[in-house]
């Protein structure tokens, strides 16, 4: 099982930039601490970082058949981008969007969201522990996945006898 994390523009910039809303966590510290999650639970993680648009949707579409989840935070392209809307439906994995901060109580325009409709569920306001969050989510979701799995398996072994 294999998770691709794609962040979006500017949360390279973690760490420095408005950390009274995003907090002084590095986007590499957060990418460590998911990766010990990963380990622990056996599963393989990539981290991918953007400022560009078409890279991101480059990213989500090299997902297809490669990787079984998809944990995005799309940062500003988050309000704006049908083109990632349409490369995360295209795909078709489970996908989590994470939002650090809650965009639900800051600007106006931060409440238009062209992502959450086409992703499996958000993770909104807790801060760089959504990332965590996240993780949890996605774990649960493979596991879920992988007993589906399973059972259709021994059901087709079943038939064939
Ligand atoms: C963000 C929220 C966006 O509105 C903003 O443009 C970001 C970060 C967050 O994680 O809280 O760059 O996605």
């Known amino acids: 099982m294999k998770i691709v994390v794609i962040q979006g523009p500017n949360l390279n910039m973690l760490g420095v930039r408005e950390q009274n809303i995003y907090g002084p966590m590095k986007l590499e510290q957060i990418h460590a601490q998911m990766k010990d999650v990963a380990t622990q639970n056996g ?80 993770v909104v306001g807790f801060g760089p522990f959504g990332y965590h969050l996240a993780m949890m989510g996605m774990l649960q979701i493979m596991s879920e996945m992988k007993a589906a799995q399973e059972m259709q398996a021994e059901q087709a072994s079943g038939e064939a006898k």
């Open 43 to 122: 599963v393989e993680i990539e981290f991918f970082q953007s400022n560009l648009e078409g890279e991101m949707v480059d990213k989500i579409q090299e997902c297809y058949g490669e990787a079984n989840g998809i944990i995005i935070n799309a940062a500003a392209y988050t309000h704006t981008s049908i083109a990632i809307r349409d490369a995360i439906t295209a795909v078709n994995l489970p996908t989590i969007e994470v939002h650090i901060s809650n965009i639900h109580r800051r600007e106006e325009f931060r409440k238009d969201n062209m992502i959450a409709p086409v992703c499996t569920s958000s």
